[in-house]
């Protein structure tokens, strides 16, 4: 992409700054109010000297005594590309909904690093250690250009009027313009998201996502509705993700996750039922029997 192309990118962008921020102030609780928290956020790198990125140990949760997530425990290593399947109701979105602070667990631990309990982090400072999420739904905003969408995701932190003067340093541009190309939106960036198919403006959230470099992302069903050949790209893109960032993919599509996977984790009743090679619990009679052989 041309610095032009960006120059001029980023002149709309502040042209509509204000509205969409007044917009945005309005249906959302979220980042700004994270500046007046009262845990210290830590600085810097997260700790996985210990082999892990992400740690869960024995957490449950209910909902009117239902046990939705049942003593789950789960290991990911940095720069892992971890699968998690398993029939409908088994807790897959709400594990990720407890990762992201979003539900709280009644019990157990859970541990970004080896130092970051994630239990005393609100919704909106977990999302700024760095842990991304991506919801089924695509949210982008429909009214902006591609390069709109990309340049906000690095605003969201911010307050109001630092976002109004926010300009792209020259690091976020070589950042943008190369997230472009891994989202494979490069010939579309002048383009309004409202008018992407459905496979592109997954990839877009994604790019989204991928602005404030997360170390860890969270994708739920990010191939559902996707044609058979966005599908095959979104696996191309997650592989090249693998490895600068670990990332959690709930599927259902398995040949989706035979592109990708190297270890999967299969969850039953809010916890896990059996964990290898995506042949290995394939063969599992329990998860035949639960899930895969129905
Ligand atoms: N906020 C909530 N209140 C009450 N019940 C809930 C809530 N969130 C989830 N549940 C219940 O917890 C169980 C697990 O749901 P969850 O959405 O995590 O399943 P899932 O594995 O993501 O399923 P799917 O593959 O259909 O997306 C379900 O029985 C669901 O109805
Ligand atoms: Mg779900």
Redesign the pocket.
Known sequence: MTPDLLEQGARRVEQRMAALVDDKSNTESGGRNASNSRIAMPEGEVDTTHGRILYLEDVSVS??G?K?INKLSLDIAPGELRCII?P???????MMDIITGKTRPDEGTVFFGSTIDLLRYKEAEIAQLGIGRKFQKPTVFEQLTVFENLELALKTNKGVKASMFFKLDSQQSDRLAEILVTIHLAESVGRLAGNLSHGQKQWLEIGMLLMQDPKLLLLDEPVAGMTDEETARTAELFLTLKGKHSLLVVE?DMSFIRTISDIVTV?CDGSVLAQGTLDQVQADERVIEVYLGR
């Open positions: 909902f009117d239902f939705a398993g409908n109701g088994a807790g897959k979105t709400t259902h969850l």
